[in-house]
Protein backbone atom coordinates (compact mmCIF):
# COMPACT_ATOMS: atom_id res chain seq x y z
CA UNK A 1 0.00 0.00 0.00
CA UNK A 2 1.10 3.61 -1.07
CA UNK A 3 0.46 7.18 0.16
CA UNK A 4 -2.79 8.49 -0.93
CA UNK A 5 -2.73 12.58 -0.82
CA UNK A 6 -6.06 14.61 -0.81
CA UNK A 7 -5.16 18.56 -1.32
CA UNK A 8 -6.91 20.48 1.75
CA UNK A 9 -6.69 23.68 0.06
CA UNK A 10 -5.40 25.05 -3.24
CA UNK A 11 -1.64 25.54 -2.88
CA UNK A 12 -1.44 24.69 1.09
CA UNK A 13 -1.92 21.56 3.04
CA UNK A 14 -2.48 17.98 2.25
CA UNK A 15 -3.96 14.96 3.62
CA UNK A 16 -2.19 11.83 3.74
CA UNK A 17 -3.42 8.53 4.14
CA UNK A 18 -1.36 5.54 4.79
CA UNK A 19 -1.02 2.86 6.94
CA UNK A 20 0.00 3.38 10.92
CA UNK A 21 2.43 0.79 10.84
CA UNK A 22 4.05 2.00 7.26
CA UNK A 23 4.33 5.63 8.62
CA UNK A 24 6.76 4.19 11.40
CA UNK A 25 8.65 1.94 9.24
CA UNK A 26 9.59 4.77 7.34
CA UNK A 27 9.64 3.58 4.08
CA UNK A 28 8.00 6.53 2.79
CA UNK A 29 10.11 9.19 4.65
CA UNK A 30 11.23 10.89 1.52
CA UNK A 31 8.38 10.61 -0.44
CA UNK A 32 6.69 12.25 2.80
CA UNK A 33 9.25 15.03 3.03
CA UNK A 34 9.06 15.54 -0.18
CA UNK A 35 5.58 16.37 -0.26
CA UNK A 36 5.92 18.74 3.04
CA UNK A 37 8.02 20.86 1.29
CA UNK A 38 6.23 21.61 -1.51
CA UNK A 39 2.66 21.54 -0.18
CA UNK A 40 4.10 23.14 3.63
CA UNK A 41 1.38 21.23 5.95
CA UNK A 42 0.22 17.64 6.08
CA UNK A 43 -2.17 15.93 7.67
CA UNK A 44 -2.54 12.44 8.71
CA UNK A 45 -5.16 11.20 10.45
CA UNK A 46 -6.19 8.67 12.78
CA UNK A 47 -2.36 8.10 13.44
CA UNK A 48 -2.81 7.96 17.90
CA UNK A 49 0.94 8.22 17.64
CA UNK A 50 2.78 7.83 21.47
CA UNK A 51 5.57 10.29 21.97
CA UNK A 52 8.26 7.23 21.22
CA UNK A 53 6.34 6.87 17.46
CA UNK A 54 6.19 10.56 17.35
CA UNK A 55 9.84 10.50 17.27
CA UNK A 56 10.48 7.60 15.64
CA UNK A 57 8.78 9.52 12.30
CA UNK A 58 10.38 12.88 13.66
CA UNK A 59 13.71 11.08 13.14
CA UNK A 60 12.72 9.73 9.32
CA UNK A 61 11.83 13.22 8.20
CA UNK A 62 14.87 14.83 9.68
CA UNK A 63 17.21 15.98 12.73
CA UNK A 64 15.26 15.58 15.85
CA UNK A 65 16.22 18.81 18.12
CA UNK A 66 17.15 17.15 21.69
CA UNK A 67 16.85 18.45 25.13
CA UNK A 68 19.16 21.59 26.32
CA UNK A 69 17.36 24.77 25.93
CA UNK A 70 16.68 26.90 22.89
CA UNK A 71 14.97 29.84 22.04
CA UNK A 72 12.15 29.01 20.13
CA UNK A 73 9.07 28.98 19.09
CA UNK A 74 8.06 33.17 19.91
CA UNK A 75 11.84 33.31 21.41
CA UNK A 76 10.64 31.67 24.74
CA UNK A 77 13.30 29.36 26.25
CA UNK A 78 12.05 25.61 25.04
CA UNK A 79 12.84 22.80 26.59
CA UNK A 80 12.37 19.93 24.38
CA UNK A 81 13.70 17.66 27.54
CA UNK A 82 16.11 14.98 26.61
CA UNK A 83 13.35 12.97 24.86
CA UNK A 84 13.08 15.71 22.27
CA UNK A 85 8.99 16.15 22.82
CA UNK A 86 8.02 19.07 23.94
CA UNK A 87 4.95 19.65 25.90
CA UNK A 88 2.64 22.38 24.45
CA UNK A 89 0.18 23.79 27.17
CA UNK A 90 -0.77 26.64 28.87
CA UNK A 91 -0.26 24.55 31.92
CA UNK A 92 2.79 25.66 33.91
CA UNK A 93 2.32 22.05 35.53
CA UNK A 94 2.52 20.65 32.44
CA UNK A 95 4.75 22.84 31.38
CA UNK A 96 6.80 24.97 33.42
CA UNK A 97 9.29 26.24 31.62
CA UNK A 98 6.81 27.04 27.79
CA UNK A 99 3.39 28.14 29.27
CA UNK A 100 4.61 31.32 30.20
CA UNK A 101 5.68 32.52 26.65
CA UNK A 102 2.71 30.24 25.02
CA UNK A 103 0.40 33.16 24.66
CA UNK A 104 2.86 34.43 21.73
CA UNK A 105 1.46 31.62 19.68
CA UNK A 106 -1.79 33.34 19.06
CA UNK A 107 -0.15 36.02 16.38
CA UNK A 108 1.02 34.88 12.80
CA UNK A 109 4.79 33.59 13.01
CA UNK A 110 8.00 31.35 12.43
CA UNK A 111 9.63 29.33 15.24
CA UNK A 112 12.36 29.89 15.89
CA UNK A 113 13.68 33.61 13.91
CA UNK A 114 15.83 34.26 16.62
CA UNK A 115 18.28 31.32 15.76
CA UNK A 116 20.52 31.63 12.42
CA UNK A 117 18.86 28.38 11.13
CA UNK A 118 15.05 28.25 12.19
CA UNK A 119 14.09 24.47 12.76
CA UNK A 120 13.21 23.03 9.63
CA UNK A 121 9.51 20.92 10.47
CA UNK A 122 7.22 20.52 13.22
CA UNK A 123 5.47 17.28 13.83
CA UNK A 124 2.58 17.78 16.19
CA UNK A 125 -0.20 15.80 18.09
CA UNK A 126 -3.03 17.02 20.37
CA UNK A 127 -3.38 14.57 23.73
CA UNK A 128 -6.10 17.35 24.98
CA UNK A 129 -8.53 19.29 22.81
CA UNK A 130 -10.22 22.25 24.06
CA UNK A 131 -13.74 21.83 23.50
CA UNK A 132 -14.34 25.65 21.61
CA UNK A 133 -11.82 27.50 19.84
CA UNK A 134 -7.89 26.49 19.12
CA UNK A 135 -7.56 25.49 16.09
CA UNK A 136 -4.77 25.94 14.35
CA UNK A 137 -4.07 27.94 11.14
CA UNK A 138 -1.17 27.87 8.71
CA UNK A 139 -0.07 30.53 6.10
CA UNK A 140 2.10 30.18 3.01
CA UNK A 141 4.81 32.42 2.41
CA UNK A 142 6.13 30.90 -0.78
CA UNK A 143 2.98 31.43 -2.08
CA UNK A 144 2.53 34.54 -0.77
CA UNK A 145 5.89 35.36 -1.94
CA UNK A 146 5.09 33.64 -5.84
CA UNK A 147 2.15 36.03 -6.37
CA UNK A 148 4.00 39.92 -5.42
CA UNK A 149 4.69 42.17 -7.95
CA UNK A 150 7.80 42.12 -9.71
CA UNK A 151 8.66 45.62 -8.17
CA UNK A 152 7.93 44.24 -5.00
CA UNK A 153 9.88 41.35 -5.93
CA UNK A 154 13.03 43.32 -6.64
CA UNK A 155 12.75 46.41 -4.09
CA UNK A 156 11.97 43.14 -1.47
CA UNK A 157 15.00 41.56 -2.10
CA UNK A 158 17.41 44.15 -0.60
CA UNK A 159 15.63 43.96 2.68
CA UNK A 160 16.55 42.97 5.90
CA UNK A 161 14.14 42.73 9.34
CA UNK A 162 15.15 42.87 12.49
CA UNK A 163 13.41 39.69 14.61
CA UNK A 164 12.78 40.83 18.61
CA UNK A 165 11.11 39.14 20.92
CA UNK A 166 9.59 41.82 22.30
CA UNK A 167 7.82 42.34 19.40
CA UNK A 168 6.58 39.30 19.03
CA UNK A 169 5.32 39.21 22.91
CA UNK A 170 3.84 42.34 23.13
CA UNK A 171 1.27 42.49 20.93
CA UNK A 172 -0.18 39.50 22.57
CA UNK A 173 -0.03 40.40 26.68
CA UNK A 174 -0.49 44.09 26.42
CA UNK A 175 -0.05 44.36 30.63
CA UNK A 176 2.60 42.63 31.35
CA UNK A 177 4.23 43.69 33.78
CA UNK A 178 7.89 46.25 33.25
CA UNK A 179 10.00 43.31 34.27
CA UNK A 180 8.42 40.83 32.00
CA UNK A 181 8.90 43.44 29.47
CA UNK A 182 13.07 43.58 30.49
CA UNK A 183 13.64 39.82 30.41
CA UNK A 184 11.74 40.08 26.53
CA UNK A 185 13.95 43.28 25.73
CA UNK A 186 17.52 41.77 27.25
CA UNK A 187 16.95 38.50 24.47
CA UNK A 188 19.55 38.92 21.67
CA UNK A 189 17.36 39.74 18.34
CA UNK A 190 18.48 38.54 14.90
CA UNK A 191 18.29 39.90 11.59
CA UNK A 192 17.19 38.04 8.29
CA UNK A 193 17.05 39.04 4.29
CA UNK A 194 12.94 39.41 4.38
CA UNK A 195 13.20 36.94 0.78
CA UNK A 196 14.63 33.65 1.68
CA UNK A 197 16.42 32.12 -1.49
CA UNK A 198 16.17 28.47 -0.38
CA UNK A 199 18.77 26.01 -1.64
CA UNK A 200 16.18 24.55 -3.92
CA UNK A 201 15.93 27.63 -5.78
CA UNK A 202 12.41 28.78 -3.81
CA UNK A 203 11.99 31.62 -2.36
CA UNK A 204 9.48 32.64 0.45
CA UNK A 205 8.60 35.91 2.46
CA UNK A 206 10.35 35.57 6.07
CA UNK A 207 7.56 37.16 7.84
CA UNK A 208 6.48 36.72 11.20
CA UNK A 209 5.01 38.89 14.54
CA UNK A 210 8.74 38.95 16.14
CA UNK A 211 9.54 41.43 13.04
CA UNK A 212 10.36 44.25 14.27
CA UNK A 213 11.44 46.89 11.32
CA UNK A 214 13.20 46.80 8.09
CA UNK A 215 17.04 47.81 8.46
CA UNK A 216 17.71 51.17 7.94
CA UNK A 217 14.05 52.54 6.88
CA UNK A 218 12.38 54.94 8.17
CA UNK A 219 9.84 53.18 11.21
CA UNK A 220 6.90 54.93 9.70
CA UNK A 221 7.62 53.33 6.13
CA UNK A 222 8.93 49.99 7.45
CA UNK A 223 5.91 49.44 10.20
CA UNK A 224 3.34 50.30 6.87
CA UNK A 225 5.71 47.83 4.44
CA UNK A 226 5.41 45.05 7.12
CA UNK A 227 1.52 45.30 8.33
CA UNK A 228 1.05 45.47 4.56
CA UNK A 229 3.20 41.91 3.58
CA UNK A 230 1.22 40.08 7.01
CA UNK A 231 -2.15 40.93 5.49
CA UNK A 232 -1.40 40.39 1.94
CA UNK A 233 0.66 37.30 3.10
CA UNK A 234 -2.30 35.79 5.12
CA UNK A 235 -5.31 36.28 3.10
CA UNK A 236 -7.50 32.88 2.77
CA UNK A 237 -5.71 31.56 -0.82
CA UNK A 238 -2.35 31.44 1.08
CA UNK A 239 -3.96 29.89 4.40
CA UNK A 240 -5.18 26.38 5.63
CA UNK A 241 -6.82 26.12 9.25
CA UNK A 242 -7.07 22.89 11.16
CA UNK A 243 -9.96 21.68 13.21
CA UNK A 244 -8.03 18.98 15.09
CA UNK A 245 -9.40 15.78 15.91
CA UNK A 246 -7.73 13.52 18.41
CA UNK A 247 -5.12 11.12 17.09
CA UNK A 248 -4.26 13.34 14.17
CA UNK A 249 -0.57 14.01 13.14
CA UNK A 250 -0.02 17.55 11.76
CA UNK A 251 3.75 18.25 9.72
CA UNK A 252 4.26 22.03 9.09
CA UNK A 253 7.39 23.02 6.94
CA UNK A 254 8.58 26.04 9.53
CA UNK A 255 10.97 27.43 6.54
CA UNK A 256 7.53 28.19 4.40
CA UNK A 257 4.89 28.81 6.54
CA UNK A 258 3.42 30.96 9.50
CA UNK A 259 1.29 29.82 11.80
CA UNK A 260 -1.07 30.63 14.69
CA UNK A 261 -3.49 28.81 17.24
CA UNK A 262 -7.22 30.58 17.59
CA UNK A 263 -8.10 32.18 21.14
CA UNK A 264 -9.51 28.95 23.18
CA UNK A 265 -10.32 28.66 26.72
CA UNK A 266 -7.09 29.09 28.99
CA UNK A 267 -8.98 26.23 31.99
CA UNK A 268 -9.41 23.69 28.61
CA UNK A 269 -6.22 21.53 29.32
CA UNK A 270 -5.61 21.88 25.45
CA UNK A 271 -1.62 19.97 25.36
CA UNK A 272 0.06 19.16 22.26
CA UNK A 273 3.04 16.87 21.94
CA UNK A 274 5.62 18.27 19.47
CA UNK A 275 8.62 17.27 17.76
CA UNK A 276 11.24 19.80 16.10
CA UNK A 277 13.38 19.05 12.93
CA UNK A 278 16.12 21.15 12.85
CA UNK A 279 17.02 23.69 10.32
CA UNK A 280 19.05 22.66 7.39
CA UNK A 281 20.07 26.15 6.27
CA UNK A 282 20.53 29.55 7.27
CA UNK A 283 17.68 32.44 5.68
CA UNK A 284 19.44 33.31 2.86
CA UNK A 285 19.18 36.89 0.38
CA UNK A 286 20.47 36.14 -3.11
CA UNK A 287 24.17 37.43 -2.61
CA UNK A 288 24.62 35.64 0.60
CA UNK A 289 24.84 31.76 -0.94
CA UNK A 290 23.45 28.86 1.99
CA UNK A 291 26.20 27.49 3.96
CA UNK A 292 27.30 24.47 2.55
CA UNK A 293 27.40 21.85 5.25
C1 LIG B 1 3.91 26.03 18.36
C2 LIG B 1 2.65 26.69 18.01
C3 LIG B 1 0.27 26.39 17.76
C4 LIG B 1 -0.84 25.63 18.42
O1 LIG B 1 3.89 25.00 19.06
O2 LIG B 1 4.97 26.53 17.92
O3 LIG B 1 2.67 27.76 17.49
O4 LIG B 1 -1.85 25.37 17.75
N1 LIG B 1 1.52 26.01 18.28
O5 LIG B 1 -0.72 25.33 19.61
MN1 LIG C 1 4.81 28.24 16.83
Redesign the pocket.
Given at each position: MGLTVIDLSLRTGSEVRIDKAELLSGDHAAAIRALLVERGVLLIRGAHLKDEELRTVARSLGDLRLGGSKRG?DGATLREGDEGVLK?SLDEKVNPEYARFLFG?HLW?M?GTYEEVPPFA?L?TPYKLSRVG?D?MFANTYAAYEDLSDEDKAELDQLRVVHTMQAALFPAKRDCTPEEFAVWYSYPQRSHPLVWHHKSGRKSLVLSTSGAFVEGMHPAESHDLLQRLMIHATQPQYTYRHEWQLGDLVIWDNTGMM???LPFDRESGRE?H?CTLNGEEPVSAPREPALQH
Amino acid sequence: MGLTVIDLSLRTGSEVRIDKAELLSGDHAAAIRALLVERGVLLIRGAHLKDEELRTVARSLGDLRLGGSKRGADGATLREGDEGVLKVSLDEKVNPEYARFLFGNHLWHMDGTYEEVPPFATLFTPYKLSRVGGDTMFANTYAAYEDLSDEDKAELDQLRVVHTMQAALFPAKRDCTPEEFAVWYSYPQRSHPLVWHHKSGRKSLVLSTSGAFVEGMHPAESHDLLQRLMIHATQPQYTYRHEWQLGDLVIWDNTGMMHRVLPFDRESGREFHRCTLNGEEPVSAPREPALQH
